[in-house]
């Protein structure tokens, strides 16, 4: 009982690779023991192998048994050994499964995906976010970095990352290199504004210097601060508190106002902006205006310059980037 005990403890100690030989090579051999020993029970190795892996998972089916004296001694150590083998082989994979949940809840595992969208600092706006990213693309995966203790969005296509963001092991974590785009919001947790803004900055900058490719957005919370970003080649900046007070303002000057402005806010609902390739045959805004009108989208701008609708004889340059107000059918039908 002493020696069983003992091996017991040594298998538990056993790095997963070796024990994993170790089931591989008792179950190859045991099965060459068993059919040297009735070769004629088991007509073939390979029935002397379906017998042990039977065996040793205590299903035992019966129609292959050993009958002679030495093969059921040997039954009884495959019992003992064998059954017990298995059973810590089980054991280690749900111990590895449920390690894998804790490491990925607690944030511990690196992203390998590519072309993702990396969530930065959790809130209430973060999980907003979210949801209008997947009501626009569901196949989409989604990074969130934060110093939580636990992963803060149950979905399969979310996966948390735990960390400093401003710490170039947390971005890479988060396979900063490969993303699409990142998403700053303004840390809530913070009082100061001030500091607030001081720490997107200082994540901003890590982000530039190791990935200056990936699109980003800021949420500032000073419009003096602005000017900092700029220095850094910020793609997209969002004054915090700017648009609820602008919303506020239209509401109450122009009713109904909002109900448009929500419309493009939410992809869920109406029409919205969406980009639109170039084609060879439009050599003006005009021709781009009226065949899209045609299709039944409106031409809304160029980049930022929305005044298009006033310089339609005007040629389209070829550094033109236009955008289109319509539902996601008719986008999908234009773009093909």
């Excluded at 699409?180 to 997107?200: N, T």
């Excluded at 109450?252 to 980009?275: H, K, V």
């Amino acid at each position: 009982m002493h020696i069983i005990i003992k091996i017991s403890r040594k298998l538990l100690r056993m790095r997963k690779s070796v024990l994993a030989a170790t089931t591989i090579l008792f179950v190859l051999l045991s099965s060459t023991i068993a059919y040297l020993l009735e070769p004629a029970t088991f007509t073939h190795w390979f029935n002397a192998l379906y017998w042990v892996l039977t065996t040793m998972a205590t299903v035992g089916y019966g129609d292959y048994f050993m009958e002679s004296i030495a093969g059921k001694i040997f039954t009884i150590f495959l019992y003992i050994f064998g059954i017990g083998l298995l059973s810590l082989i089980i054991g280690k994979i749900i111990d590895s499964l449920g390690e894998y949940n804790r490491r990925k809840e607690a944030g511990k595992l690196a992203y390998t995906g590519k072309n993702h969208v990396i969530i930065i600092n959790w809130s209430k706006k973060a999980q907003y976010a979210i949801d209008e990213l997947f009501s626009s693309n569901p196949e989409l995966d989604i990074i969130i970095i934060d110093e939580l203790e636990k992963h803060p969005y149950d979905h399969p296509q979310v996966h948390y990352v735990h960390g400093d963001p401003t710490r170039e092991e947390t971005l890479n974590q988060a396979n900063i290199q490969q993303a699409q785009s990142a998403i700053i919001f303004a840390d809530s947790r913070i009082d100061d504004a001030s500091l607030v803004d001081g720490k997107s900055l200082l994540i901003a900058s890590s982000i530039e210097r190791m990935s200056s490719h990936v699109h980003t957005t800021v949420e500032i919370m000073l419009e003096n601060h602005i000017k900092n970003f700029h220095h850094i080649h910020i793609n997209e900046f969002v004054l915090s508190h700017d648009a609820i007070s602008r919303l506020a303002v239209r509401s109450a000057l122009n009713e109904g106002n909002n109900d448009i402005i929500n419309q493009l806010l939410n992809r869920r609902y109406g029409e919205d902006l969406f980009p639109i390739a170039l084609r060879p045959e439009w050599k003006t805004y005009g021709d781009a205006f009226h065949e899209l009108l045609s299709m039944g989208a409106t031409l809304i701008s160029d980049r930022n310059d929305m005044t298009i609708n006033r310089k339609l004889s005007e040629p389209i340059p070829a550094e033109a980037r236009l955008f289109i107000l319509c539902d996601d059918e008719t986008y999908r039908k234009i773009a093909g």
